[in-house]
Nanobody, 129 residues
Framework: QVQLVESGGGLVQAGGSLRLSCAAS????????MGWFRQAPGKEREFVAGVGRRGISTKTAYTDSVKGRFTISRDDAKDTVYLQMNGLKPEDTAVYYCAARLSYDSAYVALKSSEYDYWGQGTQVTVSS
């Protein structure tokens, strides 16, 4: 069982930055692929960024709309995954969710929400224009 707790959301002006954190409990963090998803009002939950499990060739992936602005990283010593968000835009406004999945392949990043086994409660990010 993995429990995930997100933090770091808030209100920021367009062009600003936020760093989201997702702290995981349990003994399987290093064996877990991690992802960030978001859901805006009236829209479906969408993939934002993901990182493979700890390994020699851990991969990352991003949705096109955040490439070059967002960076996902993991700190296995702290059982935490981060999402650094720069150059925020009003369209980034959403509830952001952290997700985890047990994985055997550090080079694989899951893009679909159905591939993830555990979810956090979400943190609100609001970007004003």
């Amino acid at each position: 069982q993995v429990q995930l707790v997100e933090s770091g959301g808030g209100l920021v002006q367009a062009g600003g930055s936020l760093r989201l954190s997702c702290a995981a409990s349990g003994r399987t963090f290093s064996s877990s692929g991690m992802g960030w998803f978001r859901q805006a009002p009236g829209k479906e939950r969408e993939f934002v960024a993901g990182v493979g499990r700890r390994g020699i060739s851990t991969k990352t992936a991003y949705t096109d709309s955040v490439k070059g602005r967002f960076t996902i990283s993991r700190d296995d010593a702290k059982d935490t995954v981060y999402l650094q968000m720069n150059g925020l835009k009003p369209e980034d406004t959403a509830v952001y969710y952290c997700a985890a999945r047990l994985s055997y392949d550090s080079a694989y990043v899951a893009l679909k929400s159905s591939e993830y086994d555990y979810w956090g409660q979400g943190t609100q990010v609001t970007v004003s224009s």
